[in-house]
């Protein structure tokens, strides 16, 4: 009788040690960047019409175009070097939770145009405490891939700004 009660209370720690370590997890998973608009929690993706680009809540990263290729990196190409994250329009794509975005990027290109404005969005980090220096770019590194990978056939030759 003795034996049974510990085996059952060794499983019942096992359990809840288990489900612990579980929630713990995934409360880091997918949470949205400083500049991201206020009050959308169940988001993957936002499209940054601006820089026509997407942006990977879940794996932080952007999504961009390069020579053809679709190319995912933790930076911003290089030519967006000024460009303040908390500034810009991000569409937010609440339809979407594939895991290619770039798959709707004609009819997004068009509809959410560079310049495009929707509803007034409040960001929700302030960029007071970056002193507006929101993107810098380290320039262009040569082949090495700093975490960056490749969707498809292409060049690595892009920069490695950081926002």
Known sequence: MKTLKLIALGIILFASSAIHAQVSVNVNLGTP??????????????????????YDIRATQFIYLNRGTWIRSRYLPGQYRNYNLYNGYKVILNDYHGSKPYGNFKSHKVKYYKGYH??????????RSNNNKVYKNDGN???????????????????????
């Open 33 to 54: 960047p400083a500049w991201g608009p206020v009050g959308y929690s169940n988001v993957d993706y936002y499209y940054l019409p601006d820089v026509e680009a997407y």
């Open 118 to 127: 929707g509803k007034p969005q409040k960001s929700i980090g302030s960029s």
């Open 141 to 163: 590194k040569g082949n090495q891939n700093n975490g960056d990978h490749k969707e498809g056939k292409g060049n690595n030759g892009h920069g490695n700004g950081k926002h």
